[in-house]
């Protein structure tokens, strides 16, 4: 079986501050990992990936993620937070021979002006 | 590109009572998924298309859900009578087929009262 954790419900930081949102997920095999983000009343949007390759990965918005398997993690990071980065992210897994996403339960990203 | 599109966006009704809804993906992507978001929790998987076959139903409930893609483009999703724990948000997302990142459009937002 396939899970993510993420283990804060709601992390908030000041604009122009570094934001981090942790994820760590357990599969039986190599995973493919993904981040989402959500804002009200809208659906998930595709931020980045991990399938393969370097471990940190680069996506939209200034946003980027490393893989690190030994501790199962692939956390989310921003150099400097906007007021608009402020929304619920969720961190996802699969495994390469299938395309179930499995997905942690969303951590609300709160950033202050 | 548009973006994959659901319909209704909000849906009122009463316990007991029939619901469907529609969504139209990414044009070109022959991979079609219909998620539950339930509040404060991560999508889950009910159903997956490879062009007009079903191909991971486990997760749906067939007692009183029903879901089709006779063309392999749109598809519908119906609820039977409907309960009020159906009430949530019900995700469509895409994928041309064979690739990793999934597309999701804004959802349907059902409450049943």
């Known amino acids: 079986a396939q899970s993510v954790a993420q283990p804060e419900d709601q992390v908030n930081v000041a604009e122009g501050n570094p934001l981090t949102v942790k994820c760590t997920y357990s599969?039986?095999?190599?995973?493919?990992l993904f981040w989402y983000v959500q804002y009200p009343n809208r659906g998930l949007q595709f931020l980045l990936k991990?399938?393969?390759?370097?471990?940190l990965v680069k996506g939209s918005y200034g946003f980027e993620a490393e893989f690190n398997k030994s501790q199962t993690s692939f956390h989310l990071k921003k150099p400097s937070a906007l007021v608009s980065d402020s929304a619920l992210y969720f961190c996802?897994?699969?495994?390469?021979?299938?395309?179930?996403?499995?997905f942690g339960a969303g951590t609300t990203v709160t950033v202050r002006a | 590109e548009a973006g994959v599109v659901q319909s209704p966006r909000y849906k009122i009704i009463e316990k007991k009572q029939p619901v469907a809804f529609w969504c139209n993906p990414i044009s070109g992507h022959n991979t079609l998924y219909w998620y539950l978001q339930n509040l404060g929790q991560g999508p889950e998987l009910l159903i997956r298309?490879?062009?007009?076959?079903?191909?991971?139903d486990s997760q749906l409930p067939k007692d009183r859900f029903s879901a089709e893609r006779l063309k392999g483009v749109d598809s519908t999703l119906k609820i039977q009578p409907a309960e009020l724990g159906d009430s949530a948000v019900y995700l469509c997302?895409?994928?041309?087929?064979?690739?990793?990142?999934?597309?999701f459009g804004p959802g349907t937002r059902l409450l049943v009262l």
């Open positions: 298309y490879e062009n007009e076959e079903a191909v991971d």
């Open positions: 991990y399938i393969t390759g370097d471990n």
């Open positions: 996802a897994v699969r495994v390469f021979n299938d395309y179930k996403l499995s």
């Open positions: 599969v039986s095999g190599n995973p493919y």
């Open positions: 997302a895409s994928s041309p087929m064979g690739q990793e990142t999934q597309y």
